[in-house]
């Protein structure tokens, strides 16, 4: 029998289309279809069904689909009214919310799976304070207008001090109770540990799920999801999206990292997206890290410590879990502070030392810098020229092995010059460092060691970093050496020494929370040093060793970091005292960008509420990237409530008179403003 059905596209589009379908039992909601659309065919969801077309649509005027691409349906009414509030909170159309929940993506790499002939990890004894932890997680609810609400959890604890463990412990007692759990980390192929743990733990009921899967392998987990057959998914931020039955526990590791924010429309917080999973499923939510963000710290300051107190949102204030010491051995290590006067040399006589007297008791080391490539700046100290990316605002970072500039933006390379391009100086040349210099100067100061590089140039999949990993932990080379990879997520006995090779990189980035990133990681890669034997070492390089907020972190200082950090923030009038939208438009023309980002100001400004204001517009601090101009405005206020409602009329009003060669970028609660 012929009917109706309303479908939306992975479009920028607030409305839904409706389409005939000649058997009406072949697509029902939940469901995807090819469909006719404009002069192609594209990928739709059924989000509604119909026996009679709207009184505004005439027959003649509506096509039919052209297939029905599901056998079973994809996606629920729940995980449509997910897609609602996700369109709602981060101001896109439920398309897009439903693109990014649904299984898709490209295939990127190797990631590690699960397998039953894993060997079951042995359950570690907990100590005190991890036994109450786990009874505070698993046992305290409170009554809320009649509905059992559970509070949102913080297991804030040292590195070391098995986190992991009571996660685990959690998830258990949530599967005996026949409910779900979904595990969320940073990066798989940054926390591969913890996926094997959970997978070696749990065998056949669990599952990684992330966009590095081919569209097939993330289907079929997804559907085994779906069918219950799969109790506890493992993966990153995409992983919330995951349609477990009957869900009892959201575990957020590392809940400081900035990549549990979207890059792309829509711009979720995987955070968000959890906190909202959790108060419509009566789900419990625990979040855990060394350094937690400066939002989680404020929450947790704002929580009473005897009874948590329910908020706007209907969840309540984050209870803290200290967990203040670390097991297996592991003490706190020392933490020197090294002066850098120049960046000629990559390697202090003091980091040299260390190293070498580690590779003596046999040990190992590991060196991070948050920067890949062999050299980043060029300059011709005789005219000035700076060597930039000719689509980027951006310098050319050289990379030797390959005898190429690069730009980590856009991707565009050139042959290195071999004298000043604009006034033909052979003085001109580059400064700084990057990982790949750091590996020259390592190999040619310790000729006898073994040294391995782990970035973004040497590790081209997940299967390549596992075998890294792996070899490190098992001892076959002496010195680990790169980026953000090897910066948390990792537990090796036989590290004795961790050397942060120049810990500014990031510090006087134009963004409000480039301090809360700088302490954020120093003190998470420290804490990859002395986690078995009470002898661990970690020599912080800086040009700035006076500058506070690295002075605060070799100290450990976290109380202290965030007491001033939060109150710095209040002063600013940033969050977590506000909330931040973000207008960002870009075009090919830059002369149409700055006409576009006026125009929306002059929209956007007269609808703000009185407790909000407009900084802006601007350039953006990264001007130009892609032969792309961009622009900003950021809205502020007290209430996202307040901001939602301007945001939403402005970009309505913007719309209906939009250049068609400028697009608008809007992003909820931002955490960069490059």
């Given amino acids: 029998m012929p009917g109706y059905i309303d479908v939306v596209f992975d479009i920028p589009a607030n409305s839904s289309f409706t389409y005939r379908i000649d058997d009406k039992s072949a697509a029902c909601v939940g469901k995807r279809v090819m469909a006719p659309f404009g002069r192609r065919n594209a990928l739709g969801f059924v989000v509604g069904e119909r026996d009679a077309l709207p009184a505004e649509l005439e027959e003649k005027a509506v096509k039919s689909i052209s297939r029905?691409?599901?056998?079973?349906?994809?996606?629920?009414?729940?995980?449509?009214?997910?897609?609602?509030?996700?369109?709602?909170?981060y101001l896109c159309s439920l398309g897009e919310a439903l693109a990014a929940m649904l299984p898709s993506g490209k295939k990127s790499g190797d990631y590690p799976s699960f397998s039953s002939d894993d060997m079951t990890t042995a359950a570690l004894s907990l100590s005190e304070e991890q036994e109450e932890a786990l009874a505070a997680i698993t046992t305290r609810e409170i009554r809320h207008q009649s509905e059992i609400q559970f509070p949102l959890f913080y297991l804030y604890g040292v590195t070391g001090s098995g986190k992991t463990e009571v996660f685990l412990r959690a998830a258990e007692m949530m599967l005996q109770e026949g409910k779900s759990v979904i595990y969320l980390v940073p990066e798989i192929s940054l926390t591969m540990q913890t996926a094997e743990a959970v997978g070696k733990r749990f065998h056949d009921i669990a599952t990684t799920f992330h966009s590095g899967m081919s569209p097939a392998a993330r289907f079929t987990e997804w559907m085994k999801i779906r069918r219950g057959d799969i109790r506890i998914v493992v993966g990153p931020r995409s992983a919330i999206f995951a349609p477990v039955q009957n869900l009892g526990l959201i575990i957020i590791d590392e809940e400081h990292d900035g990549s549990y924010k979207s890059g792309?429309?829509?711009?979720?917080?995987?955070?968000q997206v959890a906190m909202r999973r959790c108060k419509v499923e009566h789900a419990r939510l625990v979040m855990g890290s060394a350094t937690p963000s400066v939002e989680a710290w404020q929450l947790m300051a704002a929580a009473q410590p005897a009874a948590a107190s329910s908020r706007a949102d209907g969840l309540t204030s984050v209870m803290r879990l200290d967990l203040t010491r670390r097991l297996s051995g592991g003490t706190t290590p020392e933490i020197k502070i090294v002066a850098l006067d120049h960046l000629d040399a990559c390697l202090t006589g003091t980091l040299k030392e260390e190293i070498r007297k580690t590779a003596a008791m046999n040990r190992q080391t590991i060196l991070f810098l948050n920067r890949r490539g062999f050299a980043y700046f060029y300059h011709c100290p005789d005219c000035g020229f700076e060597l930039a990316c000719k689509h980027c605002s951006v310098s050319l970072t050289l990379h030797k092995a390959r005898n190429r500039v690069v730009c980590h933006y856009c991707g565009y390379n050139e042959t290195p010059p071999a004298a000043?391009?604009?006034?033909?100086?052979?003085?001109?040349?580059y400064a700084g460092f990057g990982t790949e210099s750091i590996e020259e100067e390592v190999r040619r100061a310790f000729p006898d060691l073994l040294v391995r590089r782990a970035d973004a140039d040497t590790m081209n999949s997940g299967k390549n970093l596992k075998q890294t990993l792996e070899d490190f932990r098992n001892g076959k080379f002496d010195i680990l050496l790169g980026t953000q990879m090897v910066a948390k997520g990792l537990n090796f006995p036989g590290v004795r020494l961790v050397g942060v090779v120049l810990a500014d990189t990031g510090l006087h980035i134009p963004d409000f929370r480039s301090a809360e990133r700088t302490f954020s990681l120093i003190v998470q890669v420290a804490g990859r040093s002395g986690r078995y034997f009470p002898d661990g070492m970690v020599i912080v390089q800086t040009l700035r060793p006076k500058d506070p907020i690295i002075t605060r972190a070799c100290a450990l200082d976290i109380e202290g970091f965030f007491a001033t950090e939060i109150a710095q923030r209040k002063a600013l009038n940033f969050p977590p005292w506000t909330r931040l939208i973000r207008f960002t438009v870009r075009s090919k023309d830059g002369l149409r960008a700055d006409k576009a980002i006026k125009r929306l100001a002059s929209i956007l400004q007269p609808r703000l509420p009185r407790d909000a204001d407009m900084l802006g517009p601007a350039e953006c601090p990264i001007g130009l990237i892609a032969e792309n101009y961009r622009r900003h405005i950021l809205a502020r206020g007290k209430t996202m409530s307040s901001l939602h409602a301007a945001a939403r009329e402005a970009v309505s009003l913007y719309d209906k008179g939009k250049d068609s060669g400028v697009y608008l970028e809007v992003d909820v609660d931002p955490v960069s403003l490059l």
């Fill in 264 to 271: 792309s429309t829509p711009r979720y917080h995987a955070r």
């Fill in 420 to 429: 000043c391009p604009q006034c033909g100086s052979l003085s001109a040349g």
């Fill in 68 to 89: 029905v691409v599901d056998k079973e349906t994809t996606f629920g009414t729940r995980d449509i009214e997910l897609a609602e509030w996700i369109s709602g909170y």
